[in-house]
């Protein structure tokens, strides 16, 4: 027998968490990238975190409320920026159709990347790309530069993305949560090829330690790892931030061994 609640019962019960993502291969997210730096760390995603999803492991370490509460926030965030850029009248509409900023494109062989522009901002000769973040740290450690993960889907975006882009913005917005974020704060991404490899740009400073080659050259390692159905070795130490909120990490240290090269 299904078990009956009253509406006041069905709102004090705790919502179940998110459901186990399945995967279509070969496609691929930005907020999975990475690339390997010149003195050999990784910047951006863990491979075996990937690669834990990919292969259909539970989660060990569930998202907890506040983390989720800061996904709200940003989307509310994000809202509110597209509000404003129309209000500034540089929110061109046919741009911002959901199947212009949706896009999947070809990266290598059959594997796609798959990923959605926040914005598409521009008024009579200019015209950029805008990724939304909120932030909870201090603004001064945002003010240094965008965070790996959010300067890697830029880059991508700006790099694969049509229509092309002459460059894209990282917009920092501070979270009610914090009391620490307190402006907004604006990082321009552009890129340029040198030897052959492609960087990115921030405010006028090139980035050596990552290249559009190097980032793909992940996703193909990652690919393979999952074709294979074996774990890549860990990157990161145990106390890293990456470690601390991967959503596997009790598996990944307490259970499973090192992993493999491939």
């Known amino acids: 027998m299904v078990k009956k609640y009253s509406l006041l019962e069905l709102l004090k019960k705790a919502p179940k968490d998110w459901p186990k993502v399945v ?39 569930p998202v907890n409320d506040f983390v989720k509460e800061c996904g709200n926030i940003g989307n509310y965030l994000e809202d509110k920026m597209i509000r404003e850029c129309k209000a500034k009248g540089i929110l061109p509409p046919e741009l911002n159709k959901k ?17 959605e522009i926040d914005i598409l901002i521009g008024g009579g000769t200019q015209q950029a790309g805008v ?19 959010h300067l890697l889907q830029a880059f991508l975006y700006l790099c694969m993305f049509e229509p092309k882009q002459p460059y894209f913005i990282i917009a920092y917005k501070p979270s009610p949560l914090s009391k620490w974020a307190t402006k907004d704060v ?11 490899k492609t960087h990115p740009v921030i405010n006028g400073k090139i980035d050596r330690d990552i290249s559009l080659e190097g980032i793909i050259e992940r996703y193909r390692a990652l690919k393979k790892y999952v074709e294979a159905g074996v774990l890549p070795k860990r990157e990161f130490s145990k106390t890293s931030k990456n470690c601390e909120y991967c959503p596997y990490h009790d598996r990944c240290w307490k259970t499973d061994p090192e ?3 491939l």
Not at 28 to 41: N, R, V, Y
Not at 99 to 105: E, G, T
Request: hydrophobic share 30%; proline share 3%.
């Open 23 to 61: 995967r279509t291969k070969w496609r691929f997210w930005p907020t999975e990238a990475s690339c390997k730096a010149l003195d050999g760390k990784v910047r951006g995603k863990c491979l075996r975190t990937c690669a834990y999803q990919w292969l259909g492991y539970d989660v060990t370490n």
């Open 99 to 115: 199947s212009v900023r949706k896009q999947q494109v070809i990266m290598f062989d059959d594997a796609q990347l798959s990923g």
């Open 131 to 149: 990724e939304v973040k909120s932030y909870v740290n201090s603004t001064y450690k945002v003010e240094a530069g965008p965070k790996d993960p």
């Open 186 to 196: 604006y990082h321009r991404i552009d890129s340029v090829t040198l030897d052959g």
């Open 259 to 261: 992993g493999t090269d």
